[in-house]
């Protein structure tokens, strides 16, 4: 039952919210579905347009945290943090004998 009653909210203020979202914010696809996976799950949560925003800012500022708190270093960094005796050398170059 439950189901059912989201999926036609979602259907009648599906472009509605997004276009709200959009205006108003930063709009997230993810976060977007995310916010409709969390609305479906929970048995209780009223269903009205404002705690569908609501929980998508919440879900957007967890994701948002989640980005800045993610590092992922590249071979640069690695090789300017090594002391410089330490520092990969690169190979040496071959040359052409006849």
Known sequence: MKAAVINAFTKVYYNVLKQDIINNGMFDE????????????APDMPLTPKMFKSVYRY???????????????TET??????????????????????
């Not at 993810?30 to 799950?41: E, K, M």
């Not at 980005?67 to 270093?73: Q, V």
């Not at 960094?77 to 006849?98: E, G, M, V």
């Open 30 to 41: 993810d976060v977007f579905h995310d916010t409709y996976v969390a609305l479906h799950s």
């Open 77 to 98: 960094f690695f090789s300017c943090s090594l002391p410089p005796t330490r520092r990969p050398q690169p190979p040496p170059r071959r040359t052409r004998t006849r």
């Open 59 to 73: 879900l957007l500022r967890r994701e948002l945290s989640r980005s800045y708190t993610t590092i992922t270093p």
